[in-house]
């Protein structure tokens, strides 16, 4: 039977036999054993029924609205195959300490079989200061690995052939500093710009809305942005301009739909300042890349990584008006929960991770992070992170999920899921374009306000007991054997190691060239039509450290502070 | 709390000028009133909510601001970023009877120490800081012979911190 047949079987309204089934199956069933609770709704609170039927999917259309991996609206994934190419991206996320610890944890998750390798900078470097910063003290190295300098880099990647190994760096406010040390980086290695491969996060939207490291105001901020896009588009097709990332806006406590939504409206808002900018469309959006987050409830979050999907290619190609296929397809990394994780019972985390792993990959993702499972008490260990890369490989060969393609697809639930996540997507791209975009709303306060609105009520639904938590509100234990792992330290010698390094490195480097980079940054950040990427290089070859040139901007660009919402 | 005191006795003092009874039961219910609603503002825990060092991710301290303030008491959210003086110089102006501070950084050793060490040199001996995130179990037993009062990790609900500072605060003339 061909997929046609299937879909005209699906679409059949079953309406008289759903109503016979409710008087004499249903209904004896509900008086002999009443339901557990009145609702049943997912994580993000959304109301789900009992039961799904071709009822509920008549109005989808499979041609237009779920169609065949590799081709339009891409519901069903970007590539024909699937994974039966090859598997997703096996990218741990890891970064502590200084760059030499860092770059020994890179090496061992090489050796046991990663494929790509991803960067965790710590507090201070996202937040654009010098390990050697007053404010950084008690924070170097403690939340990911401590970078101030292009030596820093070269150290971090020292042994790893950049044109070889994809990498990602998960750095925001000074993305295009710390690209610049990287680039300066490579440059040494003798790797050419177009032969390197990765992802630069340069998420600047999402920091406003949720995680919160930002440096300055938003519209200078999104000019840095486009500067990159425009570098990247001339000189770096293997490379990822920016990532842009529902993971974090998830984490702040947004639902499901919000994440979806507001992620894909900052989507919607770099493609509109890169045209602004002067770039075509087809030029820069497909190095555009996405990033969310795999939370625990495993159907609502497949839903919502097919409704990505398809509301991507509906915005390229009607709002945008592109042609480039690549502009409509839409690639994401995936990384698991961490604030699912609990302290109480550390090892249980391992399962959810698995699950929420799962949801990513049946989702169809590029690539995969999933949390170590004693993350809720620090960074991740070398055993925990060896356990979560585990993970994604017995995933990989040992499921069979990897067989066929979008494997839920066509599910009365899942396409109905999919659908209703979709609309509610919309509805907040009207509400914030009649704000005058997400800049506008960001200014006003608007998603901040919603999620937080959401992690409120979330919290409340766990306290009133409506939400189990395996281990925190439900089969709690007093000392459990489940608990307790080895944690990762990280001490002072980072710091003090940092600050040698950086001393040393200000008393050995000229002096006068990298005033003179410096100025030349400047003069050319006052310029819009300057691009300040090739700048930012200059100043990273003439050993200018990242707190250097992040304060060389502030004058310009101004700083931002938060209003009080 | 001077401004509850003084929104209530203005509530209170209202309703006399239209009454007709005699004068003195009026003040005698008047004070009555004013003594026991002064007792319910008194009751108005202040609390001074921080989130000090580089760390902005503010979903926990957000949630449990409102839910505080849900509970009745005051809350003061310094916002992101305040350095130890910046908290410490708020809790002191503020007049609050405890600080709560939330990291998530892991900069959490650094931090307590300096904030409770500038708390005592500003004389606020009976304010009590306690504090919240993702702090290794082992730290929190140093972190309590520096002086902290509490640390709740992740997974603790809002009704218990709100029934530990009830417990903890120390009473105000």
Not at chain 1, 358 to 382: K, M, R
Not at chain 1, 451 to 479: D, H
Request: glycine content about 8%.
């Amino acid at each position: 039977m061909s997929t046609k047949d299937d879909a005209a079987i699906i679409s059949n309204p079953v309406e008289e036999s759903l109503q016979e089934w409710e008087e004499q199956h249903l209904a004896e069933s509900l008086r002999r054993m009443p339901e557990s609770r009145d609702e049943f709704t997912t994580v993000s609170l959304k109301p789900i029924k009992r039961l799904y039927t071709p009822a509920d999917i008549e109005g989808i259309d499979y041609d237009r609205d779920i169609g065949y991996p590799g081709a339009p609206p891409y519901t069903r994934g970007i590539h024909p195959t699937g994974y039966r190419a090859r598997p997703w991206t096996m990218r741990q996320f890891a970064g502590f300490g200084s760059a030499f610890d860092t770059n020994r944890r890179f090496k061992y998750l090489l050796e046991h079989g990663q494929t790509g390798l991803s960067t965790a900078f710590d507090l201070p470097t996202l937040m654009g200061y010098d390990s050697d910063h007053p404010i950084s003290e008690g924070e170097v190295g403690k939340c990911g690995v401590a970078i101030s300098s292009r030596e820093d880099m070269e150290v971090l990647f020292g042994g790893i052939p950049l044109d070889q190994v994809t990498t990602s760096m998960t750095i925001n406010a000074p993305a295009s500093m710390i690209f610049a040390f990287f680039l300066a980086a490579a440059e040494r290695q003798g790797v050419k710009l177009r032969d390197i491969g990765g992802t630069l996060q340069n998420d600047i939207l999402k920091e406003y809305i949720a995680q919160k490291e930002w440096i300055y105001p938003p519209r200078p901020a999104m000019r840095l942005i486009t500067d990159t896009f425009r570098f990247c588009a001339d000189k770096m097709p293997k490379w990822n301009s920016i990532s842009i990332s529902g993971y974090h806006i998830r984490e702040a406590g947004a639902t499901a739909a919000q994440e979806l939504a507001f992620t894909l409206r900052d989507g919607i808002e770099y493609i509109e300042y890169g045209i602004r900018a002067g770039l075509d469309v087809d030029q820069f959006a497909p190095r555009l890349s996405f990033f969310f987050n795999a939370h625990n409830d495993f159907f609502e979050e497949i839903a919502k990584y097919r409704a990505a999907r398809r509301i991507w290619y509906r915005v390229m190609k009607e709002r945008f008006k592109a042609v480039n296929p690549k502009s409509w397809q839409m690639r994401f990394h995936t990384q698991t929960a961490g604030v699912s994780l609990t302290v109480q019972q550390p090892i249980n985390n391992i399962i959810r991770v698995a699950i929420q792993a799962l949801a990513g990959v049946i989702g169809g993702t590029q690539s995969l992070h999933c949390d170590g499972y004693d993350e809720a008490l620090a960074l991740p260990t070398e055993r925990a992170a060896l356990i979560a890369l585990r993970t994604q490989q017995i995933i990989a060969h040992e499921t069979g999920v990897t067989n066929t393609v979008d494997p839920l697809g066509g599910s009365y639930f899942i396409e109905k899921l999919t659908t209703e996540l979709e609309e509610e997507a919309w509805e907040y791209f009207h509400k914030i374009d009649a704000m005058g975009g997400m800049v506008e709303a960001i200014e006003a306060g608007f998603p901040q306000k919603e999620i937080q609105e959401s992690a409120y009520q979330y919290q409340r639904a766990v306290e009133r007991g409506e939400k189990v938590i395996v281990g925190v509100n439900e089969y709690e234990m007093e000392t459990s054997e489940l608990g307790e792992p080895n944690i990762l330290q990280i001490d002072e010698t980072v710091a003090q190691l940092q600050m040698e390094r950086l001393s040393e490195l200000r008393n050995r480097r000229d002096g006068k060239a990298v005033q003179a980079a410096l100025d030349a940054l400047c003069r050319g950040a006052e310029d819009p039509q300057v691009n300040t990427m090739p700048l930012l290089i200059d100043c990273a070859r003439a050993d200018c450290t990242l707190g250097e040139m992040c304060d060389a901007l502030r004058p310009v660009f101004g700083e931002y502070q938060e209003p009080d919402f | 709390m001077a401004t509850s005191c003084f929104s209530f006795s203005t509530n209170c003092l209202l309703p006399t000028a239209n009454l007709t009874i005699g004068r003195a039961v009026t003040l005698y219910f008047q004070l009555l009133t004013f003594n026991f609603l002064l007792i319910m503002s008194e009751a108005k825990i202040r609390v001074l909510l921080a989130k000090p060092g580089l760390d902005g991710h503010d979903r926990g301290v957000k949630v449990i601001a409102r839910a505080l303030r849900d509970s009745g008491m005051e809350v003061i959210y310094t916002g992101l970023r305040q350095t130890p003086e910046q908290i410490a110089t708020a809790a002191l102006q503020e007049d609050v009877q405890i600080v709560g501070l939330s990291i998530l950084s892991g900069a959490h050793m650094t931090i307590f120490p300096r904030v409770l060490e500038l708390m005592r040199e500003k004389g606020m001996d009976d304010v009590v800081l306690f504090g919240g995130g993702i702090i290794p179990e082992d730290d929190i037993p140093k972190l309590k012979l520096h002086g902290v009062g509490e640390i709740f990790l992740p997974g603790t609900s809002t009704d218990e911190i709100i029934k530990y500072i009830r417990e903890n605060v120390k009473p105000r003339d």
